[in-house]
């Protein structure tokens, strides 16, 4: 059963008991699988392995939702060459009928909404509402880059000639073999965007999923293989980054990368991916991302789009607003009623229907939040938040408070590094001019956005931002929730490599390279 309407992580309307129900009820079946053992999946078929690592719950980490296979050196490389193997099939098969099965992959998400869903909930700590949107957001990107190959007729394009009896045409073909890391914040709709785009194209896959969401990339599989993908078009390993990880990246098998993840990872990966010879990569690694509020704003669109941004997720997005600029004019109003706002998100069990905040991952999430609620204390001001609960339910979950942070050093590390949780700092500021200038000064260009009603503000932030994903006065989130076809997501600086946005209109040629072909009659 499909979701009765779109939800995305920028929608304001409640969703509705018939979306509850259906939501709840495969929560049930679900759960009912939990436990099981689950192999590889190298060249369309099951591979055990020896070794197996546990997927448990972050809201109640006694909760084994399954055993995965942990993969090593030797499993990567036979995935490695059974997709090179697929890849003489599915490379050769008309564009017109990939474009097909990536639209029926689409649609099979869709129709699998609520138990994805819910599989995320208990396996990633996303509520309802970010766990709907993230399977609908991978549905999307399948029909989107679908369209884009079919509005590109293929990306065949007859070219000029320098003699009457010659045509010359420029075709974009297709690699080979793409590793997709994928990380966990978003298990199915990073994991199938990343897939579509090296897929539709014509490339084969091997998917190394985050280890703390192995159970959502299976089943994104299994939906691609009852799509109709030829065997090991898309191949499955599981395991750690340091073993599947490393060998994927190793590989000389493998004709290119896209990754989405840390910058430190991203950029270590890339080294290694290239160390023997230039091969595509392409890298999504996070972001510091701003937010301005003007003297000029509209407080109550400022407050509702900042918590969404900062807090949805528990802050697990690279999107995630962390840093906001508040003219000090309003800076008191803002802070108290985003105090305000900020105390009434529900934490709790994420499958619960009226929790905003779920768990962080894991325990190093919630370290890496202890210690930036103690820098801010010593250097700051700590608003609202800063505590660990355990009481009740809570108990053996990795769960924290949404915090605000006010009074820091403009040049303080809570304002510079990417963090990962829900902290968010607020500066005062004197001008506009002085927010575009901190809020540009960073290593990372990836969303920012701005609240204000005057349009010379808003022209004035567009064109000085240095960020790839931009927004204003936007009340569904201050810096979240680009969606395929509507907003290109990728960033500047340290944020990404190409320059050139997830479902946006320029993604699907990265996974293709030009050939020129020119035949004299």
């Known amino acids: 059963m499909t979701t009765p309407f779109k939800i995305t992580y920028a929608s304001l309307a409640s969703p509705g008991e ?40 972050p809201a109640d980490t006694r909760q084994v939702l399954g055993h995965f296979a942990l993969g090593g050196p030797q499993d990567v490389a036979e995935a490695v060459a059974a997709a ?54 991978g549905a999307d990107f399948f029909r989107y880059y679908a369209r884009q190959m079919e509005e590109a007729g293929g990306f065949d394009l007859p070219l000029g000639r320098l003699s009457p009896n010659e045509e010359t045409r420029s075709l974009l073909r297709p690699y080979g073999v793409w590793a997709v890391i994928s990380p966990f914040n978003f298990p ?41 993908l030829p065997p090991g ?61 003007t003297a000029r704003a509209d407080l109550d669109k400022a407050v509702e789009g900042i918590a969404r941004s900062a807090f949805g997720n528990s802050g697990q997005k690279c999107s995630a607003c962390s840093r906001v600029y508040v003219d000090r004019g309003v800076s008191r109003e803002f802070v108290e009623r985003l105090m305000e706002k900020t105390r009434s998100l529900r934490a709790g069990d994420p499958v619960e229907r009226d929790v905003f905040l779920g768990p962080l991952i894991n325990s190093r999430a919630v370290q890496t939040y202890e ?19 355990r009481e009740g339910g809570l108990a053996h979950g990795y769960f924290v408070t949404p915090t ?51 349009p010379d503000e808003v022209r004035a932030f567009f064109d000085r931002i240095e960020a790839g994903v931009t927004y204003a006065n936007r009340r569904g989130g201050a810096t979240t929730g680009a969606w395929p076809g509507v907003n290109s997501f990728g960033g500047w600086k340290a944020s990404g490599s190409s320059g050139k946005g997830a479902g946006g209109p320029y993604y699907v040629q990265q996974f293709l390279r030009e050939q020129s072909q020119t035949w004299v009659r």
């Open 18 to 57: 018939e979306v509850h129900r259906g939501y709840e009820r495969e929560l049930e079946k679900v759960r009912g699988a939990l436990g099981r053992v689950h192999p590889l999946v190298i060249g369309g078929k099951r591979r055990e392995s020896p070794r197996t690592f546990p997927d448990t719950n």
């Open 84 to 137: 090179h193997h697929a890849f003489a099939e599915w490379s050769r098969v008309p564009w017109r009928e990939r474009v097909a099965l990536m639209r029926r992959a689409g649609d099979l998400l869709s129709e699998r909404a609520f138990e994805l869903a819910a599989l995320m909930g208990l396996e990633a700590g996303k509520t309802r509402f970010e766990a709907l949107g993230d399977v609908s957001e």
């Open 188 to 228: 199915v709709a990073l994991a199938a965007g990343m897939c579509a785009g090296a897929l539709v194209a014509g490339n084969t896959v091997v998917l190394k999923p985050s280890s703390d969401t192995p159970y959502s990339a299976l089943r994104l599989v299994e939906i691609l293989e009852a799509a109709g």
């Open 233 to 293: 078009a898309v191949n499955l390993i599981t395991g750690s980054g340091d073993e599947v990880g490393t060998a994927l990246v190793d590989s000389p098998d493998v004709a290119g990368l896209v990754f989405t993840g840390s910058r430190e990872v991203g950029e270590r990966s890339a080294r290694r991916f290239n160390a023997s010879r230039l091969r595509p990569y392409i890298l999504e690694m996070g972001g510091k991302n701003p937010a301005i509020v």
């Open 371 to 389: 210690a930036a609620v103690a820098e801010g204390r010593r250097d700051g001001r700590i608003v609202t938040g800063g505590e660990l609960p």
């Open 404 to 454: 605000i942070v006010d009074r820091l050093p403009l040049d303080h590390r809570l304002l510079r590094d990417e963090l990962f949780v829900p902290l968010l700092a607020v500066v005062e500021v004197g001008s506009l001019e002085e927010a575009l200038t901190w809020a540009s000064r960073s290593e990372f260009g990836l969303t920012a956005g701005i609240f204000s009603e005057d």
